[in-house]
């Protein structure tokens, strides 16, 4: 698929930082004329259409017709109606990947703002409407370089210009911290409350536009949110009915079936840049779950893992989804290709009628993968018995101050066990994780879960190694001696290409991980700033098969040396 086609990620993205560069260049010299880059808009925004920012190229037979009698993107009836099925639908493979992909050109709602990330922080470029640029208003063939030097003007050009006058917006990154202690009133959210406050200020002629926009939203969101259907789509398909690989994409970004190795990369990239927006908007998450669970081996994601598990107060995430709901974020080119779409469902407001457990996902709009983020609340509705007796050992005075949290999927918390949220390193980049990890994983997955549990999913845990390796892997070498597992012979006699690349990826991780934690639950007295975050160990999926399409490799590996 990536041979046949045409489409390259960089070429947009070259031309959004040169948009940048002109725009900055121009408001520091108080120019009014109209910004004319590769016809992408002007001084107040730029135009969006999902043909421009995804390879949409599994549908070409269906769009192309369109695509000449509309350049700029429209689309006639028929495909509407094409697109418009219900995802849930169950279909052949062949026509979900269709429909999805003209489900985004011709239905999909177009972000509001795009943030195109700098080395020391994002730039928000507002987006005008829809409209499609198409692959002759864009340079073809661009390399990452000429990418990387055009994000480099372009935060020069930002930071000499006249940030109060531009239609730009710059939000630098943050530094993390080794703790971070929330207040409680972040885990509570009444949206009666605060529908009520926003009516008084209407009733009193005080309210401001954008507040009234939100008060609408909160009114509708909270009339529907116990009738609502599930907001975010997974593509069904026959075949998922046994093997269910299509249900870990979010529609209607599904194109394909993702390798294991694959989404490793993506999931790698997809991490560091969700961190690095949250904090840059002073917004606290951290990883759970599954994904907490990998990080107590080796300090990354377990390879079967299909995606990556991030909670949030949910009044954090009210404040993050009014200011950046529908928004897209490009990864730094110095990084990878990737861009991702920040989409909160418009029933995480309250707790509603159970179809929507998942209140917001970061999305790669590439491959359809994924981080969950799931809000955490304070509610009126009581925890589960297990749930206190997770907590017999507590004296009553800690229980008192203990405040129960949970998610719309009643995953259970009390704060003392998350707070203060402190700082680690998950993928190589910084991230935040819950304070009390082994009292989680022992109330979710039991105690037999972490570090004790050494074979999982046809995988064995090599302490040797620090790595997850797949049971079948090196069975040619070693034949039936099992003995041989676990001891210096079986590595010498195996020889694994996939092996010697997951060791170079996940090598700098594990070490860190065991040289700055002593346990779970016992981090190592270090520094932040002694602690730069791990270059990027895997290689951008598009990256990685061009250069072999290209034959710019002699080898399908995915580590990336630094």
């Known amino acids: 698929m990536h041979k046949a086609s045409s489409f390259n990620p960089r070429s947009l993205v070259f031309c959004i930082y040169s948009y940048i560069n002109s725009v900055s260049n121009l408001e520091s010299h108080h120019a009014s004329n109209v910004v004319n880059v590769a016809h992408l808009g002007n001084r107040d925004g730029v135009y969006f259409h999902w043909d421009d920012w995804v390879d949409l190229s599994p549908a070409n037979k269906h769009l192309d017709h369109s695509r000449t009698l509309y350049p700029d993107g429209k689309c006639d009836a028929s495909l509407k109606e094409f697109s418009s099925v219900n995802p849930y639908f169950m279909e052949s493979y062949n026509t979900k990947v269709l429909r999805g992909m003209v489900n985004l050109y011709c239905v999909k709602d177009i972000p509001k703002r795009i943030l195109a990330a700098t080395d020391s922080g994002f730039v928000e470029v507002p987006v005008l409407g829809r409209k499609r640029i198409g692959q002759g208003g864009m340079p073809r063939k661009i390399s990452k370089e000429s990418v990387v030097k055009k994000m480099e003007d372009s935060e ?12 730009l917006r710059f939000h630098p990154y943050k530094r993390f911290q080794r703790e971070i202690d929330i207040e409680p009133q972040d885990f509570i959210f009444d949206p009666e409350q605060q529908i009520f406050a926003l009516k008084d200020a209407l009733n009193k002629n005080t309210i401001l536009g954008d507040d009234l926009q939100y008060l609408q939203f909160l009114e509708t969101s909270n009339a529907e949110v116990d009738s609502a259907d599930r907001f975010f789509k997974y593509p069904w398909i026959y075949t998922d009915v046994i093997a269910g690989r299509s249900h870990h994409t979010s529609f209607p970004f599904f194109k394909r079936y993702i390798s294991n190795r694959e989404r490793q990369s993506v999931l790698h990239h997809l991490v560091r840049v969700w961190f690095k927006f949250a904090e840059s908007q002073n917004v606290n998450s951290w990883v759970n779950y599954g994904s907490l669970l990998g990080w107590v081996y080796n300090g990354v994601n377990m390879p079967w893992d299909t995606d990556i598990d991030v909670q949030l107060p949910i ?6 989804s009014r200011k950046f709901n529908s928004t897209i974020i490009i990864e730094n080119p110095r990084d990878g290709n990737a861009k991702y779409l920040f989409e909160v469902s418009p029933t995480y407001i309250r707790q509603g009628n159970g179809r929507n457990f998942i209140d917001a996902r970061f999305i790669d709009i590439n491959s359809g ?12 509705h009581q925890p589960p018995p297990a749930f206190y ?5 507590q004296s009553d005075m800690s229980r008192l101050k203990s405040m129960p949290v949970h998610c719309k999927n009643w995953n259970w918390h009390s704060l003392d066990e998350l707070l203060p949220i402190r700082h680690t390193f998950f993928e190589g980049a910084s991230v935040y994780i819950p304070r009390n990890v082994l009292t989680i994983l022992d109330r979710k997955y039991g105690a037999d879960s972490y570090t004790t549990k050494l074979t999982f999913n046809n995988h064995r845990y090599r ?39 997951e060791m170079k990826i996940v090598a700098q991780s594990a070490e860190r991980h065991t040289q700055l934690n002593l346990g779970p639950d016992a981090p190592a007295d270090y520094s932040i700033s002694s602690y730069e975050d791990l270059p990027i160990a895997r290689k951008d999926a598009w990256d990685y098969y061009n250069d072999i399409n290209n034959k710019a490799v002699s080898n399908s590996n995915w580590y990336i040396a630094s």
């Open 463 to 501: 302490l040797d190694l620090r790595l997850w390796v797949p049971e079948n892997e090196c069975t040619r070498a070693c034949g039936a001696a099992l003995t041989l597992f676990g001891s210096a012979k079986w590595l010498s006699k195996c020889r694994s290409q996939w092996l010697e690349d």
């Open 315 to 320: 009044a954090q995430l009210d404040r993050l």
């Open 369 to 380: 993968l994924y981080i969950d983020l799931s809000a955490l609340s304070h509610t009126t």
């Open 389 to 393: 007796k997770s907590h017999e050992s």
């Open 156 to 167: 020069l050009a930002l930071s000499y210009s006249d940030q109060a006058e531009s239609v």
